[in-house]
């Protein structure tokens, strides 16, 4: 089982990037995906959740109205599009994927992760 995620990169502030996260080895349609971050020198933290009907998506403060997190079941990918990006935004960002629903992964109860891919927001 893997979560390959892709699509990090250096952006100027006010920019956007959208990342996407491919899933194999198993089919993630019935379970929540989501998406963590890890800014240097900090802990790991809650980014952005969705279930598997993509109905009401959680969202950390710091995101919220700026990224919007979306799926595609018969792709097994999950996106993150990130607009009006901001130097704070810089981070490794990390896919995730909890059988026990989006309220349950929003709290870091993860079954799977993917490898991190980086943002870097600066001008």
């Known amino acids: 089982v893997q979560l390959q995620a892709y699509g990090g990169g250096l952006v100027q502030p006010g920019g956007s990037l959208r990342l996407t996260c491919a899933a194999s080895?198993?089919?993630?349609?019935?379970?929540?995906m989501g998406w963590f971050r890890q800014a240097p020198g900090k802990e790991r933290e809650f980014a952005a959740a969705?279930?598997?009907?993509?109905?009401?998506?959680y969202y950390a403060n710091s995101v919220k109205g700026r990224f919007t997190i979306s799926r595609d079941n018969a792709k097994n990918t999950v996106y993150l599009q990130m607009n009006s990006l901001k130097p704070e935004d810089t981070a490794v960002y990390y896919c995730?994927?909890?059988?026990?629903?989006?309220?349950?992964?929003?709290?870091?109860?993860?079954?799977?992760w993917g490898q991190g891919t980086l943002v870097t927001v600066s001008s």
């Open positions: 080895g198993r089919t993630f349609s019935s379970d929540a």
């Open positions: 969705m279930s598997w009907s993509g109905s009401n998506p």
């Open positions: 995730a994927a909890s059988v026990k629903g989006p309220a349950f992964l929003r709290l870091g109860v993860v079954d799977y």
